[in-house]
């Protein structure tokens, strides 16, 4: 005798009874980049279709928009008017992200903000902190110090969660310092806690304008090719005080999803990268798969590997789709 496994198959309804995994609108944050200067500025990158540079003002109306949908999560990148070496706006109390912040979370009480934490957009040379030059990389302890005071400015704008993305050995003890030092015992941080030195970054230099001006960032970020230190880094991202653990990027990393999801209890997000999304978005563009199909089962792969919470520029697509299928 043979298991017969589609007897549970064939009645659509109780497909349903029995799947699985299942995707909502609470699973995602949509990311939204912030450039200083004209508050209704709006430009479309064209290497990520439907992502947009966007004005303080503009971004208050997209969060209305992204409301109509059942979206109320968004993380929050900034484009400033000048950079300079050691990403001097990022540490203003009036910077791009502080002054966002703040005007967001006025018209939109109820929508939950997180800030992405580094210095990559607001530095000159494109690095995600304060240069050691004789080394041509970051100087992990100097930079410390300015993510301590960056999550402080943030904290004190009204943000709901940090989200430290630079890949800095000891960042969560330096911020989670900082943070309880200035009062901000409950502000929650969502760690960039496996962060590869990934190539399906690209599209993402475009829209944040933050490519480094020399070398790369392999000094810092994760080599791709090790399974057991992706597992580590995490670990002890939730050792130093993290609330949520973080893999960067998420397509080509699900081994790592499930590693980590099998040795640690916290939430677990994934970030669904600019170059994962621009594959489906030119793929489907020309008519190389069916784009919403794809799209799905992707988002649907992420949540069935482990992830609790996913950052993706679909977000909005996904939403439509779910709602036109309740």
Known sequence: MFKRFRRTRIN???RELLTQTRLSTDDFIYPLFIKAGDPDYKKEIASMPGVYQMGIDEAIRECDALKALGLYSIILFGI?????????????EHGIIADSIRAIKAAHPDMFVTSDLCFCEYTDHGHCGILDLEHETVDNDATLKNLGKQAVVHARAGVDMIAPSGMMDGMITAIRTALDQAGFINLPIMSYSTKFASAYYGPFRDVAESAPSFGDRRSYQMNPANRDEAILESLE???????????????AYLDIVRDIR??????????????????????????LIDYDRVMMETLLGFKR??????ITYHAKEAAVLLKGSQ
């Not at 099998?262 to 008519?287: D, F, I, Q, T, W």
């Open 305 to 310: 590997a482990g992830a609790d919470i996913i």
């Open 237 to 251: 991202d939730e050792k130093e005080g993290a609330d949520i653990l973080m893999v960067k990027p998420a397509l």
């Open 80 to 92: 400033p008017e000048v950079k300079d070496s050691v990403g001097s706006d990022a540490l203003c």
């Open 262 to 287: 099998n040795n640690s209890r916290l939430p677990l997000a994934v970030y669904n990268v600019s170059g994962e999304y621009a594959m489906l978005k030119h793929a489907g563009a020309a008519g």
């Open 12 to 14: 659509p309804k109780l």
